[in-house]
């Protein structure tokens, strides 16, 4: 199908997906200017990156599922029931006392928001053709850059006026309003997989053998030590699942991850290089508000304003993508240079003293370069898997992406936290605002430099990936 869209098909189009996608992408962020209020109010600082964490292993875990759903009985209705869970969730975190009631509400709204990202992706996937998508993808990837970054502003204007119980209860609305936005819309299902069976065992593993992982790595030198029985104990589980995951990987007849699109280097390349840029995103979108207020002693509004910059920047990398992938149709060499520039910002915030128009500034910077790789990458995957594998291959992109801000974001925890002098699960919050300034700032400035070799990686790794030229069909 070559017949050119008109913008005043999109729009409608995009109308019908935009809240299940803003909602999806918004609530992975919302809460990091929140944090310190939230940990404020229920305690225990060392499980706050959690607050994120529980929700991004949640969608780790449900995306795969939703994709299976989604071919087999229609992506508008799986979507609309997605958004129910996503609802049961806000409300659970919104009435939290706690903070393991709190990440148990997150969790839940992972488990929604799960197919929000991946479901509304692979719409615009199954009814537009990839070159024509390349020219409204700036569209989309303004949207999620918007709602990502846009997320922390948001928290910290409603934390400093109000409290942060109404950013779960504001989800209710907005969720109603897009499930009738959806039901409005008729698009054809997609229903030839409907058959094939789907892999359980690796459905429940996996998400097990990340849990293992990441929460060894986020207690681990706080709840026991690194060298300890404890610690050996979780290394051979971890172990263990990876054993059950690759047997069963290589014996399913249709895996948890589809083994024949994993062996293609156009399809793992890309997906490679979405885990490390996501790593970097978030785990910069959900500390930078921190390292704002401990460091430079800004309040939660402020904090959140000072990420716009951030914002702008990555709007502009995924409108300038969208761009040059239409006129062009070659994607390829987009996210090595948007990658290089991240990294060179966060060479800059971890080497100039913090100033907050300079962090703005460099916030932008590392932005630009965020905006090139999810336009990019998606378009890529999506083209060379065809259309009969587009809910798979989504489903795919939407999981490297978690899978890599979840681990990004526990991981520079664990860092910062070990950096942090005198830290432990004792450690309040207001003992670090009234602390010495110069340990925060450095510590804060270490992972910087972290974050820049990921960032170097990823635009490495993205040179690596085959020229893929777009078409038209």
């Known amino acids: 199908m070559s017949t050119a869209l008109t913008r005043q098909a999109f729009l409608i189009f995009f109308s019908a997906v935009f809240l299940p996608m803003f909602l999806a ?13 939230i940990v404020a109010d229920l305690g225990q600082l060392h499980l706050s990156s959690w607050i994120a964490i529980g929700y991004l292993l949640a969608t780790v875990a449900t995306v795969p599922i939703y994709g299976w759903l989604g071919d087999r009985y229609g992506r508008r209705n799986v979507l609309v029931w997605a958004l129910g869970i996503f609802c049961i969730g806000s409300v659970v975190g919104a009435v939290a006392s706690d903070m393991p009631e709190l990440i148990m509400g997150r969790v839940i709204q992972g488990l929604g928001g799960g197919g929000l990202m991946s479901l509304s992706q692979a719409l615009i996937a199954e009814l537009i053709p990839p070159r024509q998508r390349a020219k409204y993808q700036g569209y989309f990837a303004s949207m999620f850059a918007c709602a990502s970054i846009g997320g922390p502003v948001i928290g910290g204007l409603v934390v400093t006026h109000y409290t942060w119980h109404w950013l779960f209860w ?3 609305p907005l969720a109603m309003i897009a499930a009738w936005r959806l039901l409005r819309l008729t698009p054809k299902p997609i229903l030839e997989h409907r058959n094939k069976p789907i892999d359980w065992v690796g459905l429940s593993v996996f998400p097990l053998l990340c849990t293992v992982f990441l929460y060894w790595a986020s207690v681990g030198g706080q709840d026991f030590q690194w060298l300890s029985l404890t610690s050996l104990v979780y290394w051979v589980v971890f172990v263990a699942l990876g054993g059950i995951f690759y047997r069963n990987q290589c014996r399913h007849s249709t895996p948890f991850l589809p083994n024949h699109l994993l062996v293609d280097r156009a399809i793992y390349i890309p997906l490679i290089t979405s885990l490390l840029f996501a790593s970097c995103m ?3 979108i959900f500390f930078l508000p921190i390292y704002l207020q401990l460091g430079l002693k800004t309040n939660a509004a402020t904090s959140g304003l000072l990420l716009l910059p951030l914002t702008g920047g990555q709007i502009f990398g995924a409108l300038c993508s969208g761009r040059i992938m239409s006129k ?3 994607p390829k060499w987009i996210p090595v240079i948007g990658m290089s520039l991240s990294a060179s910002g966060f060479i800059a915030l971890g080497s100039l003293p913090p100033e907050p128009v300079l962090i703005g500034f460099l916030g932008m910077l590392c932005g630009i370069g965020f905006g090139t790789v999810m336009p990019t990458t998606q378009l890529v995957i999506q083209t060379v898997a065809g259309k009969s594998n587009v809910g798979t ?3 795919l992109a939407s999981l490297s992406r978690n899978l890599g801000a979840a681990t990004g974001t526990a991981l520079f925890g664990v860092l910062l936290y070990a ?3 005198g830290f432990d ?3 309040s919050i207001e003992a670090l605002r009234s602390g010495s300034h110069e340990p925060v700032v450095n510590a804060f400035q270490t992972t910087f430099y972290v974050a820049a070799v990921i960032a170097v990686l990823a635009a490495l ?6 020229l893929i030229t777009l078409s038209n069909d």
Not at 25 to 37: G, H, K, N, R, Y
């Open 170 to 172: 504001a989800n209710i």
């Open 282 to 284: 978030f785990a910069l």
């Open 419 to 421: 950096l942090l002098p």
């Open 461 to 466: 790794n993205a040179a690596r990936a085959p």
């Open 393 to 395: 291959v989504t489903a």
């Open 328 to 330: 062009t149709g070659v």
């Open 425 to 427: 699960h004792n450690t």
């Open 25 to 37: 992408a918004v609530d992975q962020t919302i809460l990091a200017t929140a944090t310190p209020s």
